[in-house]
């Protein structure tokens, strides 16, 4: 059965510095999501993402972050500086019809564990 | 804007016991709800979905969820549970109009032995 994929799984850096978390969709998935997790809190949306351009975004997601499709089969979210607060763990998501089908279903990867010091 | 209610932290079950894990929402629209699954380690998996038709919604593992109108209620159930269902289950919900998913904060289920 197909999966998402998402590496590192545990990322560590130090604050202010720059982090790329890295997603691999679904093969013939045409929408991509991120999400995160903070410890003991909600799963939140930041992200969607769709024909190389973003299509949703949250309050969460300023200007610190931005999403890249850079090749056929890989799916980027870039922290530019990070914050202690950006500590989580981050979903990488995708589907194949996105708000074209109300029916449509969201798969998830494993996750990166985002760890700012 | 939407939300999802999941009252229970932690919700404890003998194996071979019915479960239930409680699920409500709140939308401008009509509803299309959705139960993951996430095990330790992994990410959050899809159990099953409702969009419109038969209250009583079919989904992975032996999973079941009644979908209520009138209670604006989605309840997550299996008639047996097994120790292997110990995880942390997420109630999300999906407004016409947008592609976002947002999540109730997670109801641990531990089925004991």
């Known amino acids: 059965e197909p999966e998402v994929t998402q590496t590192p799984s545990h990322q560590v850096t130090q604050m202010g510095q720059e982090v790329i978390l890295r997603c691999v969709p679904i093969?013939?998935?045409?929408?991509f999501y991120w999400y995160r997790q903070i410890l003991g809190q909600k799963v939140e949306f930041l992200v969607s993402f769709y024909n190389n351009e973003i299509s949703e975004k949250s309050e969460i997601f300023d200007d610190q972050f931005s999403v890249e499709r850079p090749d056929g089969s890989n799916f980027t979210l870039k922290i530019r500086s990070t914050k202690l607060e950006d500590s989580a763990m981050y979903f990488c998501?995708?589907?194949?019809?996105?708000?074209?089908?109300?029916?449509?279903?969201?798969?998830f990867g494993p996750g990166t564990r985002l760890t700012v010091l | 804007a939407q939300s999802v209610a999941q009252p229970e932290d932690q919700v404890n079950v003998a194996e071979g016991n019915p479960l239930t894990v409680k699920c409500t929402y709140s939308?401008?629209?009509?509803?299309?709800l959705f139960w993951y699954v996430q095990y330790p380690n992994r990410g959050l998996q899809f159990l099953l979905k409702?969009?419109?038709?038969?209250?009583l919604v079919k989904g992975s593992y032996g999973f079941e969820a009644e979908f209520n109108k009138s209670q604006t209620s989605f309840h997550l159930k299996k008639p047996s549970a097994l120790v292997s269902d110990s995880a942390l289950y997420f109630c999300a919900v999906r407004d016409w109009g947008y592609s976002t998913l947002t999540f109730g904060k997670g109801t641990m289920l531990l089925v004991s032995p």
């Open positions: 093969s013939n998935h045409l929408y």
């Open positions: 998501a995708s589907s194949d019809s996105g708000l074209a089908d109300i029916t449509d279903t969201q798969y």
């Open positions: 409702y969009i419109t038709g038969d209250n």
């Open positions: 939308v401008s629209g009509n509803p299309y």
